[in-house]
């Protein structure tokens, strides 16, 4: 899937679109590549000299990527989206910079009514760099709400 394919499944644009490409999805896994580029804005000043991506992006990653797994989900669900509703055992492993390309992994583990409880992993040359658990309930979008 491409950046296209993305942007036709979640809301998210240019600069907070943070996903390149899905590798791969199945019902409960999905797998995204993003490479960090010298110049996105959240580098700027994290840090002058040494920047690196800031955790709550490399966090955002994963919930981009649980997004798209969820649209699936909604296919019958117009004008709804996935939400972040909790972010739990946030674990930073290793330093991710500019110039790095990360493979994303998520997992859904439960659902129960409209909220979802999944597992993202950010992998950087194979190993580890972060992980957490978080949950997402599903919601009208402002503007299907006003209607």
Do not use: W
Not at 28 to 50: A, L, M, R, S, Y
Not at 58 to 69: H, R
Not at 105 to 115: D, R
Not at 120 to 145: N, Q, V, W, Y
């Amino acid at each position: 899937m491409n950046k296209q394919e993305i942007e036709a499944a979640i809301p998210h644009r240019e600069p907070m679109l943070l996903l390149d490409r899905i590798v791969s999805q199945d019902g409960d896994n999905i797998v995204c590549e993003k490479t960090f580029g010298d110049d996105e804005f959240f580098v700027q000043g994290h840090f002058p000299g040494d920047p690196i991506v800031p955790g709550v992006i490399q966090c955002e990653c994963c919930l981009q990527a649980g997004a798209v797994l969820l649209q699936k989900q909604l296919q019958d669900e117009q004008g709804s989206v996935p939400v972040a509703t909790r972010m739990d055992s946030v674990k930073f492993k290793r330093m991710v910079r500019p110039g790095d390309t990360v493979q994303i992994h998520v997992e859904l583990k439960e659902s129960v009514s409209n909220a979802y409880f999944l597992t993202g992993k950010m992998l950087l040359d194979g190993k580890p760099a972060m992980r957490l658990d978080f949950a997402c309930s599903i919601t009208r979008t402002a503007k299907e709400a006003s209607v």
